[in-house]
């Protein structure tokens, strides 16, 4: 009974350094000497996404149609101690992604039966993707190919 709990604890205690060395805990700055190019990161996702990879030590370069956004998220980011620039870049029409992004929260009882399709029961937030973003720029995934993460709050996906 002693060598079995003795066996138990050692096997805990590995899997607390395990779990500490692959975090942010003991690695720091996984993504130095990279630079991030992200567009469309000056609110929500993208703006979390860019936070997240400059936090883990790439120098970040965000991007939006508008200059005052670009600004304001460089502004921000510069002011959290983060290796940031920004620039003026035009991905896409932006009527049609403002259309895209008003139809999956037109109204409380859609967001209500939308909530219901995902088992975790919410909506997620922006900073929630950023961390799979990060983890996959990183030399930690480097043995990763070809796969597919869906970050959908537990939703059935058909990738």
């Given at each position: 009974m002693h060598k079995a709990g003795l066996l138990l604890g050692a096997c805990v205690r590995a899997w607390k350094s395990l779990r500490m060395a692959s975090s942010r805990v003991t690695r720091r700055d996984p993504l130095a000497n990279k630079v991030a190019l992200v567009t469309a990161s000056t609110d929500g996702i993208g703006f979390a996404i860019a936070r997240r990879l400059a936090q883990d030590g790439a120098h970040v370069v965000v991007s939006s149609r508008k200059q005052q956004n670009v600004d304001r998220a460089v502004a921000a980011?510069?002011?959290?101690?983060?290796?940031?620039?920004?620039?003026?870049?035009?991905?896409?029409?932006?009527?049609d992604r403002d259309r895209l992004v008003?139809?999956?929260?037109?109204?409380?009882?859609?967001?209500?039966?939308?909530?219901?399709?995902?088992r975790i029961r919410r909506i997620g937030k922006p900073e929630e993707c950023a961390g799979i973003v990060s983890f996959l720029c990183s030399e930690d995934a480097s043995y990763i190919t070809g796969e597919t993460v869906a970050v959908s709050g537990g939703a059935p996906s058909r990738l």
């Open positions: 980011l510069q002011g959290e101690g983060l290796s940031v620039t920004g620039t003026v870049c035009h991905v896409g029409k932006a009527e008003t139809t999956l929260w037109m109204d409380e009882a859609r967001e209500e039966s939308i909530k219901e399709a995902l």
